[in-house]
């Protein structure tokens, strides 16, 4: 069988095939050529330098699609578009909302495009359904007079800072449809249209970027289709935003006077080390701020739910996975961790998706819970898509339509646009589920800002498996201990003090309750996608103490890496390689001779990899032609040194997680029984 995808692989493969912005199938140019960027890797944390720029890490996001959203002019809105909405949807609908947004927790409101975009002659109802959007302004310097006016816009931006939330308008900075008006000082965008040329169109894009913090002091851009830019455009593009934020200032919440955030996050809808390389460069010349991380998006919902291919029921090392991903990226990034947007599948409808639960069912709303959670927890940046607080889904849609009914609004990349549910402001009343995730939300992301340790403090990963993962997260005296349960039974785990740096009570954040030590050791119990955030209310000054050096160096014939190759026939005919989402192995597809067994005799195949770093990584044992294919038996996470068993593992959704926690030569070892079939596994470090 041909397998030449991951898991995240095929999920970025079908993001790919989705319009990267405003739905309707445009398809999305190539990205330009990439400078030269040396990245020196990032460490776990989401930043530790300026000071300023470091609160970006703590933004909750709340994101709008202003079309679809809130009527709150029956006067305005276009009456068509992408998805199921009403699309009557306005500036004055998103002034009616802060409050209930503001209840959530969040600081921050990201608005999809409102610039004018006025209509080509004799353009059809589709392209009509486009400029709702946004995604194709005709005039970056107008707000389109089907959501206000620039007097409504002013009114919006200035309400949202008095109630403490920034402000991000959405850029698209790459592409038009050809009928794009001058700017005040007479620039235009320069050669095609999809994509446009840099860098002769940077002097009119600078001059958008700045003009709306000039003149409604905006707190920065989220920005579509972001590949479309050279790097080192976006660092001239981010200078001049960080310029014009530094020039101007606003009256804040607390009634101090501040500048502008001057916060960019690029939309770059690939795999980390294309993100890394055309979103955020080096941290000696810096392109954007933030890139959302789609790959951590992917192992989310892939834990807690599926993806849109359907592809799911990973075990919670896929977090771990998701968070290794970020060693690709320079010190200066933060990614920004979404669960959704205007583009992707919503969350309810990926569980129905997966036959795994609905709204009528408890689990659905555990789900839910266990997720946020984990956004809660996350280091760096979170964005929240409208209507995910309450569990919004669209009913009678689960499977994905192929092809899709557009008319409807029910293809996977805009059939999240549904009408806003705002609870005061829509005549919705909401049920007790709907009510009771809202306020866990608004819970969890109280805590967050509470505690700068799970934003932006250096992330320890203490343990995970098949069912628990547990992260220490520590920013000074700041030191709280993260764990989910992502099962749908109850689970007990006991945690030594030593591991999770800890000698005394540990305290629940959300509840208040003690968990006492007892000589070494607490034990936990979690409900089915129950999380706990514990305070370590006594830290040990060395912090956690994880499994390295002699703990992961395995015993016996399989743990041992200098046995010679064997003369004797090998029970398997084929080549087999370690083939996975490894740095170099490009998808599964690559067989690299680095990766290569050799034969050692006792039915037993071996290969030692050297790993310059800690990684983490999903793979197969497998032949070039996919004739063979082997993991860990029920897809589980390896646990280093130790012996476990094989099993066939054949197509999506078999292969094997695996977590390298420090540089080392490491040995993989497999045994196959007589007929070949799969025996045992281990992989382990190679003494010094």
Excluded at 264 to 274: A, D, F, R, T
Excluded at 278 to 285: I, L, M, P, R
Excluded at 383 to 390: A, K, M, P, S
Excluded at 427 to 442: E, I, M, R
């Amino acid at each position: 069988m041909n397998y030449p995808f991951s898991k995240v692989t095929l999920a970025l493969t079908l993001a790919f095939s989705l319009a990267a912005c405003g739905g309707g199938g445009e398809t999305a140019p190539p990205p330009p050529p990439v400078a030269d960027c040396e990245i020196e890797h990032s460490t776990l944390a989401c930043y530790q330098g300026d000071e300023t720029v470091a609160a970006n890490c703590g933004l909750i996001t709340y994101q709008v699609m202003v079309e679809s959203f809130v009527d709150g002019d029956s006067n305005l809105g276009y009456g068509t578009g992408y998805g199921d909405s009403h699309h009557e949807g306005d500036l004055q609908g998103v002034i009616d909302s802060l409050d209930y947004i503001k209840g959530l927790g969040v600081n921050a409101i990201w608005l999809t495009p409102i610039f004018q975009s006025t209509a080509t002659s004799g353009q059809d109802d589709w392209a009509d359904r486009l400029d709702a959007t946004g995604y194709f302004a005709s005039d970056y310097f107008k707000i389109d007079a089907k959501f206000g006016d620039m007097a409504k816009a002013k009114e919006l931006v200035d309400a949202a800072h008095a109630k403490g939330l920034y402000v991000f308008f959405d850029g698209v900075f790459g592409h038009h449809k050809g009928n794009v008006e001058p700017s005040p000082n007479g620039l235009t965008p320069k050669g095609s249209n999809n994509p446009v040329d840099y860098p002769e169109s940077l002097a009119f894009y600078k001059e958008v970027a700045t003009y709306w913090i000039n003149e409604l002091k905006i707190d920065g851009w989220r920005l579509d289709q972001a590949y479309q830019v050279p790097t080192d455009q976006w660092t001239e593009l981010r200078e001049a935003v960080e310029k014009a934020s530094a020039s101007v200032t606003y009256t804040d919440a607390n009634g101090q006077t501040v500048n502008p955030l001057g916060y960019m996050v690029g939309e770059i809808w690939k795999g980390q080390n294309e993100i890394a390389e055309t979103g955020y460069c080096s941290d000696k010349s810096p392109a954007l701020h933030s890139n959302f991380d789609f790959p951590m998006r992917y192992s989310v919902v892939q834990t807690f739910a599926v993806e849109e291919s359907g592809a799911g029921n990973r075990p919670a090392t896929t977090l771990n996975s998701g968070y290794m991903s970020h060693l690709s990226y320079p010190a200066h990034a933060m990614p920004n961790l979404m669960l959704g947007n205007h583009d992707l599948v919503r969350f309810g409808d990926l569980l129905q998706r997966g036959d795994i639960s609905s709204p009528d069912n408890a689990e659905y709303w555990t789900r839910h819970k266990g997720a946020f959670s984990f956004m809660a927890a996350y280091s760096g940046p979170i964005t929240l898509y409208y209507g995910e607080e309450i569990g919004d889904e669209l009913p009678g849609f689960a499977d994905k339509e192929d092809p899709c009914d557009a008319t409807r609004g029910r293809c996977d990349d805009h059939v999240a646009r549904t009408s806003a549910k705002v609870e005061g402001v829509t005549g919705v009343t909401l049920n007790s589920n709907q009510a009771d995730l809202k306020d866990y939300v608004a819970d969890l992301m109280t805590i967050r800002s509470a505690n700068p340790a799970l934003f932006n403090g250096e992330r320890t990963h203490i343990y995970s498996d098949t069912d628990i993962y547990i992260d220490h997260k520590s920013a000074t005296d700041n030191n709280v201990l993260y764990l989910i349960n992502i099962s749908d039974s109850n689970v007990t785990h006991e945690l030594t003090g030593l591991s999770i740096g800890s000698d005394g009570d540990l305290t629940d954040l959300l509840t208040g309750s003690v968990y006492k030590i007892a000589g070494d050791t607490y034990s936990v119990t979690l409900n089915p996608f129950e999380a706990l955030f514990l305070n370590i209310e006594s830290p040990l000054a060395d912090g956690p103490q994880s499994p390295t050096g002699d703990d992961i160096i395995g015993e016996g014939f399989m743990g041992s890496c200098t046995n010679p190759d064997s003369n004797e026939t090998a029970p398997l005919d084929v080549d087999m390689f370690i083939r996975g989402t490894y740095e170099g192995g490009d998808g599964f597809a690559a067989t690299p001779a680095s990766h290569k067994f050799s034969y050692k005799g006792l039915n037993t195949y071996q290969v030692v990899v050297a790993e310059s770093k800690a990684v983490a990584y999903n793979f197969k044992f497998a032949a070039s032609d996919w004739s063979t294919e082997f993991a860990v038996a029920g897809s589980a996470p390896v646990m280093l040194a130790k012996e476990q068993d094989l099993a066939a593992a054949v197509g999506s959704g078999t292969e094997s997680p695996i977590t390298i926690p420090e540089a080392g030569n490491y040995v993989f070892s497999f045994s196959v029984n007589n007929d070949g079939s799969a025996n045992k596994l281990m992989v382990s470090k190679c003494a010094e």
